[in-house]
C-alpha cells in the first residue's frame, strides 16, 4: 500500500510566486537606492559688523588777523613845471659800413701782385709703357730702355731673394703661399703705396717688409718729366719638401 501526500503539504507548489514576490521587492529596493538623493547641508555664516561711532574732536578755534591795506600811491602834482635843459647833447653820427654800388675802393689791387701757387699732380705711368724706366742702383750704365727693364727686374728678384726671411710663425704652422705686392716709385724714386695680398696676414706682412726695404732709384721719365711708376711682383713662400 503506497502513502500519498497531501497536497497542501507540497512546499514547493507556491515557489514560483514567492520568487516573482522577492525578486519584485529587490528591484523596488536597488532602483530606490539609485534614484536616493543626497544634499549637503549648508550653514548661513552670518557677519557681524561692529561698527563703532565716530569719535568727535574738538577743533581748536583760530584767530584770524586782519592785515591792513597798502597806503595808496601819491597822486600827482596839480601843476607841472617844465624846467629847461641849457647843456647842449651832441647827436653821434654812426656811418654804415655796408658796401653798396655807389661805394667806392681807394686802395686797388694789382694783379702783378697776387701770387698764385701751381700745385703739379703727379702723373702714374705705367711700367709697360713708361718712355725711360726708373734706374734701379747698379743699372745706370745699362743702355737702352728694354735693357734697364731687364736689368731692374733682375735687381729686383736679387733683392727680394737677399731679404727673405720665412716667418716663424708661419713656418711652425706649416703656412704657405703666394702674395701678390703692388707698389710704386714715385716722381722722387721712393718706393711708396705697398699694398699686399695673400693667403695669411704674416705672409703678406713679410713680403711687404722686403719691398719697403728697396733701395731709393732714379725716378722714371715720360717726355722727359719725372713721374710715378706703379709696379707689381709675386713674392713665393713655400717651404722645403
Not at 552670518?46 to 584767530?63: I, R, S, W
Not at 702723373?123 to 745706370?140: D, Q
Not at 703666394?178 to 706682412?205: C, H, M, N, W
Amino acid at each position: 500500500m503506497e502513502v500519498k501526500k497531501n497536497p497542501k503539504a507540497d512546499l514547493n507548489r507556491d515557489s514560483g510566486l514567492f520568487f516573482v514576490i522577492g525578486l519584485t521587492i529587490v528591484l523596488f529596493i536597488t532602483w530606490r537606492a539609485l534614484e536616493y538623493k543626497s544634499y549637503e547641508s549648508t550653514e548661513e555664516i552670518v557677519q557681524l559688523l561692529d561698527v563703532q561711532e565716530d569719535l568727535k574732536e574738538d577743533v581748536p578755534m583760530t584767530e584770524t588777523i586782519n592785515t591792513p591795506p597798502p597806503p595808496p600811491p601819491p597822486s600827482a602834482p596839480e601843476v607841472i613845471e617844465i624846467i629847461e635843459d641849457a647843456a647842449e647833447i651832441e647827436e653821434t653820427v654812426i656811418e654804415s659800413t655796408e658796401i653798396n654800388q655807389e661805394t667806392v675802393i681807394e686802395e686797388v689791387i694789382q694783379v702783378d701782385d697776387v701770387e698764385v701757387d701751381e700745385i703739379e699732380e703727379e702723373v702714374s705711368v705705367p711700367f709697360a709703357v713708361i718712355e725711360n724706366v726708373p734706374v734701379y742702383p747698379g743699372c745706370e750704365d745699362v743702355q737702352g730702355n728694354e735693357a734697364r727693364k731687364a736689368c731692374f727686374q733682375k735687381k729686383i728678384q736679387e733683392h727680394v731673394i737677399k731679404e727673405f726671411k720665412y716667418p716663424p710663425t708661419a713656418l711652425e704652422l706649416g703656412i704657405q703661399g703666394r702674395v701678390y705686392v703692388q707698389f710704386a716709385i714715385d716722381s722722387k724714386g721712393l718706393v711708396t703705396g705697398i699694398r699686399t695680398r695673400g693667403p695669411d696676414k704674416t705672409l703678406e706682412k713679410e713680403a711687404g717688409r722686403i719691398i719697403a726695404a728697396l733701395p731709393q732709384m732714379s725716378p722714371g721719365l715720360q717726355r722727359g718729366r719725372a713721374v710715378k711708376v706703379p709696379y707689381s711682383i709675386p713674392v713665393t713662400f713655400k717651404m722645403a719638401q
